[in-house]
């Protein structure tokens, strides 16, 4: 269910049952625990993001994705900017990525979010199993401080 005027939407993307792909879901139930009377801040936490988040991107005012990274160093933190990806004719239906849902958003609803960031640690493992690698637990304090900062810059 969306709810209407969302300061920050926090959307985590990743499995838990696939080791350092789980990150994303770990920190948003932090971010969830952490922020639980902050009426404001909603945390979706999904396997993977599909379409039907585009609404509830089009009615919130900032977004912060959280993601594993298979591209980065194990463990390595990075937040970023993101921005919607360019109009194009091949939009996937079943995956998207955080620029993908923040256009479609776009298309659909003619809103997005007026910033948006992408918080990314490296993944040292994908394997099957439920814990994290070793790099990526001794990142999750640099991951928390900087989802903080990504939520206090959404309220300032």
């Known amino acids: 269910m969306t709810q209407l ?20 879901p770990h ?17 979706i936490s999904r396997q993977q993001w599909t379409p039907d988040l ?13 993601d594993c990274s298979i591209d980065a160093p ?7 900017e993101v921005h919607p990806a360019p109009p194009t004719s091949a939009l996937a239906t079943h995956h998207l990525g955080a620029p993908e849902l923040l256009a479609l958003a776009l298309e659909l609803y ?3 979010p007026r910033s948006a960031q992408l918080l990314t640690i490296g993944a040292a493992s994908l394997e099957i199993g439920e814990s994290l690698s070793p790099e990526v637990t001794a990142a999750i304090p640099t991951a928390r401080t900087a989802l903080e900062k990504a939520i206090r810059a959404a309220f300032a």
Do not use: K, M
């Open 54 to 66: 585009a609404e509830d991107l089009a009615h919130a005012e900032s977004a912060l994705f959280l």
């Open 27 to 43: 920190l948003a139930a932090w971010a969830e625990d952490h922020y639980r009377d902050n009426l404001s801040i909603r945390v």
């Open 110 to 112: 003619g809103s997005a």
């Open 74 to 80: 194990p463990g390595s933190v990075q937040l970023r």
């Open 5 to 24: 005027n969302i300061r920050l939407l926090i959307l985590a993307c990743g499995n838990t049952l696939r080791s350092d792909d789980g990150i994303g």
